[in-house]
């Protein structure tokens, strides 16, 4: 069974700009999370979809967006980038509500 | 605010050793602790745990919680290089869906 699938692995943006990340879950898992790892802060929660709705949300400033669609991909949108953005996202997808979380291998942002 | 902490931060053992990573917290709304290895980016899923004193065991690794205390700790036997990682603890809230604190993680590497 495929695993969670994160694109872009890699990318490098300039301050100001705005980037869009893509999370395509396990067949079958309908909940998707959003995490930002960074090496000073670890890993911090920033939203969870569940049924195309919000189902809880982070503290990060409304900079930090998503979505997510009928078949369950999300994406998260970062605008008016700054270098603080810098980080691994980490998307995860569930089947239940336990936290148990199955992790996609991140996409790494730079922002210069 | 909700505090996830573990320690130590890192540490260094050799192949065969028993380690003893520590998590403790302080969250409002507890509703279970878990623990991921993560080795290169994507985190996995190692343990969860909702009763105090009630073990998890999964081969040399071993878990359990405290409840009155607020912590748990997790147990590597027989250590072996390919148990280096960062071991991140982490936990859910009841009626928080899948989204997790996580502490900053313990660094462990296993030398020869």
């Known amino acids: 069974k495929a695993g969670v699938t994160q694109t872009p692995r890699y990318l490098i943006k300039t301050r100001g700009q705005q980037v869009t990340l893509s999370c395509s879950p396990i067949s079958g898992h309908r909940s998707v999370s959003w995490y930002q790892q960074t090496p000073g802060q670890g890993l911090q929660f920033l939203f969870e979809y569940f049924s195309e709705t919000q189902r809880n949300k982070g503290n990060f400033p409304g900079r930090f967006s998503g979505r997510q669609f009928s078949n369950s991909r999300s994406e998260m949108n970062v605008s008016t980038l700054e270098l603080g953005d810098s980080a691994l996202y980490l998307c995860a997808s569930s089947l239940m509500n336990t936290g148990e979380l199955f992790f996609g291998e991140g996409s790494r942002l730079t922002v210069l | 605010e909700d505090k996830v902490v573990q320690s130590p931060l890192s540490l260094v053992v050799h192949e065969g050793d028993t380690v003893t990573l520590n998590c403790s917290y302080e969250v409002t709304n507890f509703r279970s602790l878990l623990w991921y290895k993560q080795e290169k980016k994507a985190p996995t899923f190692l343990f969860m745990l909702?009763?105090?004193?009630i073990e998890k065991k999964s081969g040399r690794l071993s878990s359990i919680l405290d409840k009155k205390e607020l912590f748990s700790i997790l147990n590597i036997t027989a250590t072996q290089t390919g148990d280096s990682a960062i071991y991140l603890c982490?936990?859910?809230?009841?009626?928080?869906?899948?989204?997790?604190?996580f502490g900053t993680g313990t660094q462990l590497k296993v030398e020869l």
């Open positions: 909702t009763s105090s004193g």
């Open positions: 982490a936990v859910a809230f009841t009626g928080g869906g899948n989204k997790l604190t």
